[in-house]
């Protein structure tokens, strides 16, 4: 339904029109991705405990939210639990797999940028992973 209205919100303020078959794969991607998420989810039974890093190692978790607006984020944390930054962007897309990917490179771009000498990546998309 959100794809459908973010459609007639392109026509009527962007005077943007989408052809016919484009929408329709679009539309049918955007299903099959939330598809799989809902069917991921359910297989889960219990949530993860945050795993401690190895000593004078840093992890970053990192995430995507898809609302009307998409929002990427990524936290370091030492050993001990301890947060040391946080980030946050919004992302132009509503594609799942796609702000997962984007907060992937946000997590790696912090890490570079930060200079940490030892991190451990935590993300829970299987098609973002290294």
């Known amino acids: 339904m959100y794809f459908i209205w973010q459609m ?18 679009q539309l049918n991607l955007s299903y099959q991705e939330n598809l799989k998420a809902w069917e991921m989810k359910s297989t889960y039974q219990i949530i993860q405990p945050w795993e401690h890093p190895e000593p004078h190692n ?12 998409s ?11 301890n947060v040391l930054e946080i980030w946050a962007e919004e992302i132009d897309t509503t594609i ?19 200079q940490f000498p030892n991190v451990t990546f935590e993300g829970d998309s299987p098609k973002c992973h290294f």
């Open 8 to 25: 007639r919100n392109d026509i009527v303020h962007n005077q943007t029109v989408l052809p016919l078959q484009k929408a329709k794969e």
């Open 58 to 69: 840093v992890s970053i978790s990192f995430n995507a939210t898809i609302r009307t607006s």
């Open 71 to 81: 929002w990427i984020s990524a936290i370091s944390r030492i050993s001990q639990g």
């Open 96 to 114: 799942p797999i796609v702000a997962k990917a984007f907060a992937t490179k946000l997590a790696i771009n912090r890490a570079k940028h930060s």
